[in-house]
């Protein structure tokens, strides 16, 4: 890779968990002292076939439905008495559906993942048989949420909007908030709440840019989300192709979760919280649906 602010090796040569390795116990129990309400935020927003921001060539999640009321025969016949049954679904839908954590296995650049392993081993039956989502772990840490729409007064940065190192400095400053390393961090920009609520366009949305992601990798972060499909803007920053994903995922291991739903935790003008994240457990998994939840 080139020379540019890199954490390969930084845990050794087979590490595949990148910077939430940061998230040690001692951070944990900081972060555990950090409510002072003991109000729960659920950020994750429905999954759903419509009115979520579905990327069209990921195709809709689909809930399909098992048994139902109609299947009572299937109670009889392993002794449940008449109205005794049970409900079950079939669940078919990416692993980037809705508000869901990346891989770090997901983007590669030079033909390398994070850590410098090799891009090529993702394979149809098994999936990434290097920094797949099982690697992720319980995530517990100090939650950070960097509300750039506010800071510049408005209910959502224009469309396609690139948020540069100074406006992500300016917000914090605002806040009366510095960042710290192994932080959570969670950017604001307005995009999910104007979409959800006028069902409008779906991109072009605004997002950080490739010098504001180098910012947050020098802050020592162990994960970046925002409000948005991909943390960072679309259309791609200086027109280079998941530019942001590059500095964030691959040259630094730090995770990210995508179109979460900031809304109520903007309002409340809670800027520090405890932040938990658990992603599903898929082997060789490129990303995970994932319902975070902030106490503050």
């Known amino acids: 890779m080139s020379a540019r602010k890199s954490n390969w090796g930084r845990w050794g040569e087979s590490d595949e968990k990148g910077a939430l390795n940061l998230l040690t116990q001692e951070t944990v129990l900081a972060a555990l002292r950090i409510p002072r309400t003991g109000k729960r935020y659920s950020l994750g927003i429905p999954i759903q076939r419509s009115g979520v921001p579905n990327m069209e060539y990921r195709g ?5 439905t098992m048994t139902n009321h109609s299947d009572e025969a299937m109670a009889r016949a392993n002794g449940g008495v008449p109205g005794v049954g049970a409900h079950e679904d079939q669940l078919i839908m990416p692993s980037h559906t809705s508000t869901h954590m990346d891989a770090l296995c997901h983007v590669y650049s030079e033909n390398k993942i994070y850590n410098g392993h090799p891009h090529d081993g993702v394979s149809p039956y098994s999936g990434a048989d290097k920094c797949g989502i099982e690697n992720v772990g319980p995530i517990v840490g100090r939650g950070v949420l960097i509300d750039v729409a506010a800071s510049k007064g408005v209910d959502v940065l224009p469309a396609g909007h690139v948020i540069t190192r100074e406006e992500l400095t300016q ?17 604001r920009t307005g995009w999910l709440e104007d979409f959800m609520q006028s069902q409008g366009e779906l991109l ?40 942001g994903h590059i500095v964030l995922l691959v040259d630094n ?27 599903l457990n898929i082997t060789g998994g490129t990303a995970s649906p994932v319902t975070p939840v902030a106490v503050g």
Do not use: M, W
């Open 60 to 64: 809709t999640p689909q809930r399909l």
């Open 171 to 187: 917000a914090l400053d605002q806040q009366g908030i510095a960042l710290a390393p192994g932080d959570l961090v969670l950017i």
């Open 253 to 279: 291991g730090i995770h990210l979760v995508e179109n979460l739903d900031l809304e109520e935790l903007a309002g409340d003008k809670c800027h520090e919280f405890l932040l938990t994240i658990g992603a």
């Open 204 to 243: 072009p949305q605004p997002g950080i840019g490739i010098d504001a992601a180098t910012y947050l990798a020098e802050c020592d972060v162990a994960l970046v989300g925002a409000d948005n499909s991909a943390v960072e803007a679309i259309p791609f920053d200086q027109d280079v192709y998941l530019g």
